[in-house]
């Protein structure tokens, strides 16, 4: 058995996981609280659907990246709100309940909205007309991978919320594992081809995960504990899915290399805001 035969399981398997620790913790009246600010909901729509994915594709445009690496940061622009964003929130001291209701709603959101702005962004790429990309096959695989693990955790969490405290961590902890085995393995399968990559290609993620983050706080409202929140949520962008995305249509492609290191750069510096944050308590 190849690496890469693999690493597409493993990260089903951490997506389907991820998810469904998620539904393990969040309530349903989270959710609901989330979506009693309209204003910020449509706000943090702007930002993670539309303004952080248009600033990402002029960074793309502008350094004049190759198509491949380009498809990868497109990937990661059309899936936003990683499910790690609530516990940056809490390094931060940001809205925790916030970031989860809003997490939980973009997972939703995503299992159609995702594929379907990968396609634009896609159509936006210079030299990227052929570019092939199933995005029913790709819904298919979100619902299955997002929505329905994500349903199977909130629905334990009402039905028995004590099978599902004891559930969460264990789960959260095992799919974070398998993860980090599908990160080294495309690494390892793919380090010349990461060690290569130009300067500018860093840059262009690195300006790209603090445009983003600028974006999501500036349009997080008045308090400064939800702006960190959706700050950070725009800046993270959703790890699993676009790996997942990315090993479904291009696996054979530098574009799942570009959706590692882009991987890699929003955890590093979403950590450091995180920790900046929550020690300075500005």
Known sequence: MTLESLIRPL???????????VGLRVKVGQIVEATRDPALVARSLLANFVLAPLAILGLVLFFNLPTPIAIGMMIMAAAPFAPMAPAFAGI????VPVAAG????????????????CRLLFRALPNADAVEFNIVAIIISLLLTVFL????????????????????????????????VAVVLIFIDRFEALSALEWKVFLAMILSTEISLAIGYALGGPSVSTR??????????????????????????PALLSVLAYSLIVIT???AHSVFWGRKGL
């Open 228 to 253: 960190r929140s959706i700050g950070l949520g725009t800046a993270v962008r959703n790890i699993g899915v676009a790996i997942l995305i990315a090993t479904g249509s291009f696996a054979d492609s």
């Open 102 to 117: 809003h997490m939980v709603i973009y997972s939703i959101l995503a299992v159609v909205v995702t594929p379907v702005l």
């Open 149 to 180: 693990p994500l349903s199977i955790g909130i629905a334990i969490h009402s039905l028995t919320p004590k099978l599902a405290a004891r559930l969460s961590r264990p789960v959260n902890v095992s799919s974070l594992v398998i993860l980090g």
């Open 11 to 21: 990260t089903i398997i951490t997506v389907f996981g991820l998810l469904l620790s």
């Open 269 to 271: 510096l979403g950590l």
């Open 92 to 95: 931060a001291k940001g809205n």
